[in-house]
């Protein structure tokens, strides 16, 4: 019997399989507040406890402000001593207080998310009243909020989600920003309510070898913290309270795909070199720190894309210069001798919203986003590539910019580039070079690419986007998932379009989307004349073995006839049948 026909007499929900492997373990449910930031559901025993957290760190804000008032007593004026007492008022004020505990009562959530969501009710209720003394005071409501939070912060658990226990996170989608704050020592796996197979969350969790199934529908209200689950991310299965039996067949499961991971690892051994001698370039994307270590074992000739939108915290700020420039200087000197393309802030679209710069949008992937946002934003623009040259000691900076649309944005940017350059020399920072490059993921670009040509010195091509635009296909829509694919001929056209628009052209061209460690799309875009390919790191090994046992000397004599080809089955089966030998070499790594 196979594990489908075990799977009838269990509880399970199908999803789509966005990340490989195979846990068991209990689940956290994390959900989200209208600010993005995230709540933990309580379960019935808990919440007291919860409310006595609260009081506890209640005490503490109290304190707090009066040691602050004392402290600067001597330094203020009178009005600025009363914002002092305006706090004081609001943590002692019985409504404000009633309020957040009923919320951790009723809703069933944590201090943290109790305290954001009545500090913003009372905040739009402030404002509303027209008086202007009033109408002010509504941001010592945030003030007064934080305070507490913080004192939640100091007695730990909640907000920084510091998960005790390994446990499989379920959540109704989750964000950049989240990833990076969770301890993924104690992340089994990620249940995720909605999420394409190349949101962030998916890309993340591959990249970090844990295992994710999204799509299983309202997870986040079905499956209780503590329920106990087996997550098939191989398969696509989220199975609750599972039977010993089936417990059994799964255990069975992960010490087959450990076993498939170790052999992975062996094939690291294999050199990004065709049987004919052709060296391709193989760099590894990354979107958090975590993740050098990984370019390093799987032996990147450098980072093609480092996704820094995690940085844009959604409940703050944007990263202040000296933030990014911390982060930026820590990856570039981790690869002193190998390139790092650090992208400029892809915010917006699926990404990152951050609620107070950016707003809700009909057509957010049409909108403004990315370096739309940026531009318009420019101080916000300086500030990153600012923080990115400062950062570049040992001159492997590479800059890249998304969602280029058309040659004035590229002129803008390096207008600004210029601007920047003379500031930092005149404040005598030592500038070393750097290289400037865009993303090609709009059909536009590909349109323009042999006039844009002479601006940059790369093209990097965001095969996730440029898909996603060439065929109206919302890429992280389930249901139009099925027309969605880098093997669909009018894609080939369009990448072929780009090939000849560059050809002779001085300018570096690579792949960095989710084509490139597919290893049937590899070989299409081989023939399509591509050699330099960026990709999440575990997917290294399979691709340099695949390469290693490919000839590479009349690839392109393919090309004629994948173009003829009438539809994107049409062209798998076409390379799966020309290139049987080369893909068995991989067959067991292709998760
Ligand atoms: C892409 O669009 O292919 C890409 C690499 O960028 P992202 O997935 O971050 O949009
Ligand atoms: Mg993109």
């Not at 009363?82 to 019985?94: E, G, H, K």
Request: hydrophobic content about 45%.
């Amino acid at each position: 019997m196979n594990i489908d026909e075990h799977l009838k007499t269990e509880q399970v929900i199908k999803g789509l399989a966005i990340s490989p492997g195979i846990s068991t373990g209990r689940a956290y449910v994390l959900v989200k507040s209208e600010e993005n930031n995230f709540a933990r559901k309580l379960n019935y025993e808990e919440i007291s406890d919860e409310i006595d957290r609260f009081y506890h760190a209640l005490d503490n804000a109290k304190k707090k402000v009066v040691e602050m008032k004392e402290n600067l007593n001597e330094n203020l004026d009178m009005e600025t001593l009363q914002i002092f007492d305006a706090q004081s008022a609001l943590l002692t004020d019985p409504l404000f207080i009633g309020e957040i505990v009923d919320n951790i009562k009723l809703k069933r959530v944590n201090a943290e998310y109790s305290i954001k969501v009545t500090a913003n009710n009372w905040k739009i209720k402030l404002s509303k009243i027209r008086n202007l003394y009033i109408s002010e005071r509504a941001n010592d409501i945030y003030e007064a909020a934080h305070l507490i939070i913080d004192g939640l912060a100091e007695l730990g658990s909640g907000e920084d989600f510091c998960l005790l226990d390994p446990v499989i996170i379920v959540a109704e989608f989750l964000t950049l920003t989240d990833l990076a704050r969770l301890d993924k020592e104690k992340v089994l796996g990620f249940v995720i309510s909605r999420s394409g197979y190349t949101s962030h969350a998916a890309i993340v969790a591959r990249s970090l070898n844990i295992p994710a199934v999204s799509m299983v529908t309202d997870a986040h209200n079905r499956i209780k913290s503590s329920d106990l689950l087996i997550l098939d991310g191989l398969r696509g299965y989220c199975i609750f309270t599972p039977s010993d039996k089936i417990r059994k067949i799964y255990e069975e499961e992960y010490e087959l795909f450990q076993h498939r991971l170790k052999l992975l690892d062996k094939l690291n051994e294999c050199k990004p070199i065709s049987k004919d001698g052709v060296k391709i370039g193989i760099q590894a994307n990354i979107e958090i720190v975590e993740e050098l270590p990984l370019v390093k074992k799987y032996n990147a000739e450098g980072i093609g894309l480092f996704r820094t939108e995690f940085l844009v915290d959604t409940s703050a700020a944007f990263p202040t210069e000296k933030k990014q420039f911390n982060y930026y200087r820590k990856v570039l000197s981790a690869n002193e001798n190998l390139p790092v393309t650090v992208r400029t802030f892809d915010v917006g679209g699926d990404k990152m919203i951050n609620e107070i710069e950016l707003r809700k949008e009909d057509n957010p992937f049409l909108g403004w986003r990315a370096i739309r946002f940026q531009l318009a934003n420019e101080s916000l623009l300086r500030i990153q590539l600012k923080a990115a040259l400062k950062a570049n000691c040992s001159g492997n900076l590479s800059i890249l910019i998304p969602m280029i649309t058309n040659i004035d944005e590229i002129k803008r940017i390096k207008d600004i580039l210029k601007d920047l350059e003379k500031e930092l020399i005149d404040a005598g920072v030592e500038l070393q070079k750097y290289r400037f490059g865009i993303m090609i993921e709009i059909p536009s670009a590909v349109l323009l690419a042999d006039k844009m040509a002479k601006y940059v010195d790369f093209f990097s091509v965001g095969t996730n986007d440029l898909i996603q635009y060439t065929l109206a296909v919302d890429r992280g829509n389930e249901k139009v998932s099925y027309l969605y694919s880098g093997l669909e001929p009018s894609v080939l056209k369009i990448l072929k379009l780009l090939a000849d628009n560059v050809e002779n052209k001085d300018v570096e061209v690579s792949v960095c989307g989710e084509m490139a460690s597919n290893p049937i799309e590899f070989i299409v875009l081989l023939i399509l004349g591509m050699r330099i390919f960026s990709m999440v790191p575990w997917k290294i090994p399979v691709i340099k073995k695949l390469i290693s046992s490919m000839e590479l000397k009349n690839i392109a004599d393919h090309l004629p006839l994948i173009l003829e080809l009438e539809s994107s089955l049409d062209v798998r089966e076409y390379i799966v049948n020309s290139f049987k030998d080369e893909l068995s070499s991989i067959k067991d790594f292709v998760f």
